[in-house]
């Protein structure tokens, strides 16, 4: 009987990390705010990103401005594979990114450790 439950138990942590690390989770969505000729969104890391997704307008200049609160070594760093940034986030300090938005497209991001996944959608 001992060896079932540790059969069912390991089988449900193992199913459990699957769906952490590859499920598809919902992702939030945010949108910039427009201030003049510029787009601002604010991400808060804390346990990942938050929002996950940002929105942001074709042909207007836009920035991301990353606020670390979470201690983690791994969510210290944001990297952006596809505009060569691999940069460091200070805690509870504000960290702004610029990003590209002349073409529609969308820039995938996430941790140093490459856990924790965001993306910007520029439209």
């Known amino acids: 009987m001992d060896k079932i439950i540790i ?7 193992i199913a459990f990390i699957i769906w952490w690390f590859f499920g598809k989770h919902t992702a939030q969505e945010g949108t910039a705010e427009q201030q003049g000729n510029l787009q601002n969104a604010t991400v808060v890391v804390n346990g990942g990103y938050n929002p996950s997704t940002i929105v942001l307008k074709q042909g207007l200049a836009g920035q991301i401005t990353f606020h670390r609160k ?6 210290e760093r944001v990297v952006f594979p596809d505009l060569g940034i691999n940069d460091f986030l200070p805690q509870n300090q504000d960290h702004v990114i ?10 995938e991001y996430a941790c140093g450790m490459n856990m924790y996944h965001g993306k910007v959608v520029v439209k």
């Open 7 to 13: 059969v069912v138990l390991a089988l449900a942590i």
């Open 70 to 75: 979470d201690p983690s070594s791994c969510l």
């Open 98 to 107: 610029k990003i590209d938005t002349s073409q529609a497209k969308t820039f």
